[in-house]
């Protein structure tokens, strides 16, 4: 008999704490999950799924414009956005539900309220119920990150985003990252008109240079308008509803929504981090090890909280990497942070692995660098000039492929195949002997020169 309730005991049942939960059922575990909100967490409720789900629905409109040229004739167009925003609720709650199921068929206790950790082996949950374990998992996320200006709570952020009763008609987005990107697309796409205004002057620091550019320039070709170098000042509300938003240089802009999407935070506080001594690192995230193990021995955190790096397939490896571990029969077992794939779902969307070009030439010296700068064949037809951009770089002396950057439609789906490859340490001359697919986007893969 244990001398604890549970054997694990997780905080947050988001993609992180949901499979480290399951697969710690499945190896045997006793196990419980408190979740303050909705199980599925941000990337099922209010990020991942439902963006995409927005990012298709934002898509027709070009599709529309673009059918006339293959021959089809339709009336004229109209966007109901109730009816999209219902349609993405209504899926997300069958995932909740799935979520909830895979939990409860695992005979994973879950506890639909919010816990704190009281003592080194005990949680307290808010209905005042106090339980033991042996192990406590923390996956609580993180939250958006609100700026200091003057009249910041006047803003949304992505999690309003998915519940607007109307579409503004016109919105200014802060931030130059991942989610202001992607929202400046749908909102775009919706005919909205947008504003997109940054601290610096770069977008999506960390993407190569050739591929942020080719989003900027396509961008603003399809209308958005973006402000480099400015921060916010102000949010006032305006008697029409709107707001009027002071910016630095005596910038203004009257508009009907202003929405921040300046980075995102880990969620340590309240948790009762203190009451077990876990130490957080320099980001003022939660300190961990290479096995996701906080400074107390039996204390493990996963996902966002962590601030390794914050994508859902990262928090789900390291997850699994946590049960198998703490609980699995074979060695421990460590996430490899490096190479790890990513994509913006913007207009048209980002992928890349591996290097940029800037970090390849500053680690590696001398780098070859490959790039195919096209019209994909659907766009040529439709007559619209959006360009696409694959770009391979390599280690000069033996060929190694250690970055792909792309900006094309379908890109994250074309990434995925590719990362294997440059994960596996292939060449430019492994990629060469393949024969091509004709006529795709990809065989630009294996034609590069
Ligand atoms: P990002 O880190 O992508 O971008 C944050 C942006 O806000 C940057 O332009 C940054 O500027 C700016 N910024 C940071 N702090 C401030 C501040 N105090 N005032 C003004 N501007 C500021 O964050 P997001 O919020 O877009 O997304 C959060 C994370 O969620 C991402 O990093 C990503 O890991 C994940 N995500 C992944 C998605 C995907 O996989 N497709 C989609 C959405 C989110 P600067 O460059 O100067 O630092």
């Known amino acids: 008999m244990s001398d604890y309730d549970f054997d694990l005991f997780t905080i947050g049942a988001g993609s992180g704490g949901v499979r480290a939960s399951r697969v710690s059922a499945a190896h045997g575990a006793k196990v419980a999950i408190a979740e303050e909100h909705r199980v599925g967490g941000t990337c099922v409720i209010r990020g991942c799924v439902p963006k995409k789900m927005l990012v298709y629905g934002a898509h027709f409109a070009e599709d529309l414009d673009d059918c006339a040229r293959f021959g089809w004739e339709i009336g004229e167009k109209r966007f109901d956005w109730p009816t999209l925003r219902d349609n993405v609720l209504a899926d997300v709650d069958r995932l909740n539900d799935a979520y909830t ?11 639909h309220e919010r816990a704190e950790i009281t003592g080194p082996h005990e949680i307290t949950l808010a209905s005042g119920k106090v339980v033991t374990a042996k192990y406590i998992l923390i ?69 190569d240079e050739a591929v942020r550019d080719r989003l900027l320039q396509i961008s603003m070709t399809k209308g958005i308008e973006f402000k480099f170098n400015t921060i916010f000042e102000n949010v006032e509300p305006c008697e029409d509803g709107g707001f009027l938003v002071k910016m630095s240089d005596n910038e203004e802009e009257r508009v009907d929504q202003v929405m921040w999407a300046v980075g995102r935070v880990p969620n340590t506080e309240g948790l009762g981090l203190e009451n077990a001594g876990i130490e957080l690192g320099e980001n003022g995230a939660i300190a961990v090890d290479r096995f996701s193990k906080t400074n107390v021995d039996h204390i493990y955190a996963v996902g966002d909280v962590t601030d390794r790096i914050q994508l859902t397939p990262v928090a789900i490896r390291e997850g699994q990497a946590f049960a198998d571990t703490v609980f699995g029969d074979g060695e421990p077992v460590a996430v490899e942070h490096d190479c790890v794939p990513s994509a913006v779902f913007s207009h048209p969307p980002i992928a890349s692995v591996g290097m940029t ?7 590696l010296g001398s780098v070859k660098v490959y790039l195919s700068d096209f019209r994909p064949m659907k766009n040529v037809l439709a007559g619209r000039n959006e360009r696409s951009l694959m770009k391979m770089i390599c280690e000069s002396d033996n060929g190694r492929i250690v970055g792909i950057h792309m900006i094309a439609p379908e890109a994250p789906e074309m990434m995925q195949a590719a990362a294997i490859a440059v994960k596996a340490g292939l060449t430019k001359a492994d990629f060469d002997a393949t024969v091509a697919i004709h006529p795709t986007m990809a065989e630009e893969l294996v034609l590069m020169r």
């Open 357 to 363: 070009e800037g970090q390849a030439k500053n680690a």
């Open 139 to 207: 996956a609580t996320g993180a939250r958006p990150r609100l700026p200091t200006c003057q009249g910041a709570e006047h803003g949304i952020t992505s999690n309003e985003a998915f519940h607007l009763d109307k579409l503004p008609k016109r919105i200014i987005i802060a931030g130059g990252g991942y989610i202001a990107n992607e929202f400046a697309g749908i909102f775009n796409e919706f005919g909205c008109k947008v504003t997109l205004v940054n601290r610096g002057d770069q977008l999506l620091r960390g993407y």
């Open 101 to 111: 199921d895979t939990l409860e068929s695992h005979g994973v206790e879950i506890f």
